[in-house]
């Protein structure tokens, strides 16, 4: 059970670009990252406005002489500090991403980035091999992949309890953009802007999550062709997506479907992935995740609870209270958090061991979803065809 304590001994000296006091996400990297000591804040270029950032980082605590009008300004003046930060999160628009990742590793920051990483497979790629190159490490945010259940189905696929994979369920439709709310919402405006969201909106803002919870729950199943559809309802979304069908054939011969949307009137978020297999079915839904759906052929429903002693050791060791109380985003970015905080630690240590074996969303997971959803436009652009992926 995480109960507070540094998982390094000691704080990792952090900066965040973007985050502001406008910003949908910038609070939930403060949260997940500040919980257990094992960041603190002490730089930042919060906002694209530099006074408005300045005055926010000051109400955040951070001194104003380390509250930055720009990213370039962040990373060269904290470089040339003793005490410089060590890492940066990056929670800005999709379309900086690449170029601030690639500014920071440069730098000689570790990343905490949002997703997508960057909008082509070509700049993933390179991504990939500037960590390599420079020995840092990029995290993507996929937040609730950091739930206890999502690594309790792993741990239940590996073992062989549901047989051999056979078919991945995949959804995130909810329905709050059911009409053109970003006529109204700054926050939402720039997210169903080609200029800034790149070739993609729900495909890449929301499937993703349940790709890459599918991802971690059975990490051995690589996707081999798949074929997409989607639809712009409001209309002035388009060329953007705000539906998409998705069909995935894999390499044992399994198949799975994604169901993407944010027209699904009615629906509060909708994530769910269900994975079944020749003897029984697991399924997960954000809304309700502190349950496992465990389903046996010919047995009675199973519903597996958070932090229950019948879960493995790799469940319960990111419980954060006992079994009963409720856990969500927050405990899962959290235990993101506390996994990146280890895997920068054991980076510049050179613990080659440590690394082989240990799980979190890396530089190639942002790759793959990066490569997903390309592959995704390329298929439905093409009229809804067959594409190796």
Request: glycine share 10%.
């Amino acid at each position: 059970m995480i109960n507070g304590k540094k998982a390094i001994g000691r704080s990792l000296r952090w900066g965040m670009v973007g985050g502001g006091g406008t910003s949908q996400i910038g609070y939930i990297h403060r949260s997940a990252a500040l919980r257990d000591g094992n960041f603190s804040l002490l730089a930042g270029a919060f906002d694209l406005d530099a006074q408005r950032g300045r005055d926010f980082g000051v109400a955040l605590g951070v001194a104003a002489e380390r509250c930055y009008p720009d990213y370039e300004t962040l990373f060269a003046a904290e470089a040339a500090r003793e005490d410089g930060i060590e890492v940066v999160s990056i929670a800005t628009p999709n379309n900086t991403h690449f170029a601030i990742c690639c500014a920071a590793i440069n730098a000689g920051l570790h990343v905490v980035c949002e997703k997508p990483l960057c909008f082509t497979t070509a700049e993933a790629d390179e991504l990939e091999r500037l960590c390599a190159e420079k020995n840092k490490i990029i995290g993507v945010t996929y937040g609730y992949a950091g739930h206890q259940l999502i690594h309790q189905a792993r741990e239940m696929i590996a073992a062989g309890l549901l047989g051999e994979i056979r078919i991945i369920n995949m959804q995130f439709a909810h329905g709050f953009h059911n009409e053109a709310v970003e006529l109204q919402s700054e926050s939402t405006k720039w997210r169903v802007d080609p200029r800034f969201v790149g070739p993609s909106y729900v495909l890449g803002d929301l499937a993703t999550h349940p790709l890459f919870i599918a991802e971690t729950m059975v990490p051995n199943l690589q996707v081999k062709r798949l074929l997409c559809s989607r639809q712009s309802f409001v209309a002035t979304r388009a060329p953007l997506e705000d539906n998409a069908f998705v069909m995935m054939e894999y390499d044992n011969g399994a198949v799975g479907t994604m169901w993407a949307s944010a027209v699904n009137a009615g629906s509060m978020h909708g994530q769910k992935v269900r994975v079944v297999g020749a003897k029984a079915s697991l399924e997960w839904w954000d809304e309700q995740p502190n349950q496992l759906r465990y389903e046996i052929q010919g047995e009675p429903v199973r519903i597996m609870e958070r932090g229950m002693g019948y879960l493995n050791e790799r469940a319960l060791a990111d419980d954060r209270i006992g079994g009963g109380h409720p856990e969500g985003l927050f405990e899962a970015w959290s235990n993101l958090y506390h996994r990146f905080a280890q895997v920068i630690d054991a980076t510049d240590r050179g613990d080659s061991a440590f690394l082989q074996d240990f799980w979190y969303p890396d530089v190639h997971a942002g790759l793959m979803g990066v490569r997903w959803v390309e592959q995704c436009v390329k298929s439905a652009d093409a009229g809804a065809v067959w594409v190796d992926f």
